[in-house]
């Protein structure tokens, strides 16, 4: 069995276990926290096909705060075990579930890495290769963006296996400088165009005014 078919195989496994407690409390079966813990599996079994699919779903923040809360109950259901006594039927099924929520919690918090391609727009995705493009032909670039009395100046470079941003911020009040490691271009886009407003265009004008600049002092 390929790693891929037991990935499967378990989404599956926790697909009808949501689909089974949806059935057990339609038919008046479960107890008042029952609709909770079947909003939280079914949200972790939406977390589960996303990491196994490599689609993202919902918001990319959501899912290690959520890995974080049934982490916890694995925790709870831990301490019960070793301080309550409990029939052996019981005993086993909470083992058991907390045996699979580990796995869950693991694949949920690498699900919520920012840093995939599977979370990037399709906009972001085609500004990256634009940004490759760029970086293979000549590295680091710069980029400045300037607003009234504000000016952003990035500096990106490959570093490594992956991409590094240098940024520089002044203003009135002052200077900020500080850098930022990305193992995807499309996470490097991202961070770029929300939190500096510096676009992929930005740094094709800088490379163009270089070319020109380099032109006229070769003539």
């Given amino acids: 069995m390929t ?9 599956t496994f926790y697909s009808l276990i949501v689909i089974i407690g949806v059935i057990a409390i339609l038919a008046g079966g479960g107890t008042l926290l029952a609709p909770i813990h079947l909003l939280l599996g079914a949200l972790a079994v939406i977390g589960l096909w996303g990491y196994i ?6 918001n990319p923040r959501m899912w290690r705060p959520l890995a974080g809360v049934l982490a916890v109950g694995i925790v709870v259901q831990l301490f019960i075990m070793l301080t309550t006594p409990l ?21 949920l918090y690498r699900y919520g890495n920012r840093d995939q ?29 300037r607003d009234g009395s504000r000016e952003n100046s990035v500096k990106v470079s490959k570093s490594g296996e992956g991409y590094k941003a240098s940024v520089t911020r002044r203003s009135q009040e002052g200077q900020e400088r500080f850098e930022e490691r990305f193992q995807y271009p499309e996470t490097l886009v991202f961070f770029l165009e929300k939190f500096t407003s510096v676009t992929v265009n930005d740094f094709s004008h800088s490379a163009s005014l270089d070319d020109r600049d380099s032109a006229k002092a070769t003539v």
């Fill in 87 to 107: 029939s052996s039927v019981l005993l086993t099924w909470m083992l058991t579930s907390s045996i699979f929520s580990v796995m869950l919690v693991i694949m």
């Fill in 117 to 145: 391609p599977l979370w990037a727009s399709d906009q972001e995705r085609t500004a990256a290769r634009q940004l490759d493009v760029l970086l293979s032909d000549n590295s680091p670039i710069t980029a400045i963006k």
């Fill in 3 to 11: 790693l891929d078919r037991a990935y499967y195989l378990l989404a």
């Fill in 53 to 58: 699919l490599k689609r993202g779903f919902m």
